[in-house]
């Protein structure tokens, strides 16, 4: 058995609950308003880290948890879907979340990343992706949300911190809405 048999079974089981009967009547909408980016990790799963069920948040994960333009263009997406279908509905709040002791930190690494970037990766771009400190990227990647001209300005964006050793989350920057632009 490998483990996605285990996987399969699993869902066998999950097929035969209500819980797929409990979502949302529209998606963009889910049961809490909150879109959290956090990190691909396994340890930081917002799941458990947040407590949420199926349906509860929209969830973006990649490496890190940075606000890269893929990132952004699916905010923008779901933003413009909130202000054209549903302008009614309460707005809702991207989480930021970058944790400690993170994988991409590893990118911080020259050598480790010249041998990657070798493989037709750019050095810039993989340096930046380095969370040393969720302290120090956290701000930024904020930042970037709330200057972004294709996101909605009623999206309410805030920054956190999550220790892989405590399972604490703490913040790192208050919920702020509006366009802001820098310098
Ligand atoms: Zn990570």
Redesign the pocket.
Known sequence: MTDFEDLLANNARFARTDAKDRVPAIPFLPHKQVYVIT???PR?DPSDVFGLALGDAIVARN???RVTDAVLADLAWISYLHETRTPDAPWFEVAVVH?TD???GLMADDELRHGFVARGFDDVALKRTA?LDPADTVPGDVQRILEAETVSENVAVSGWSYDVATGLVSPVVPSTRGRQRSG
């Open positions: 990190c691909i990790d930081v490496v890190g948890g944790h993170c994988g991409s969370v």
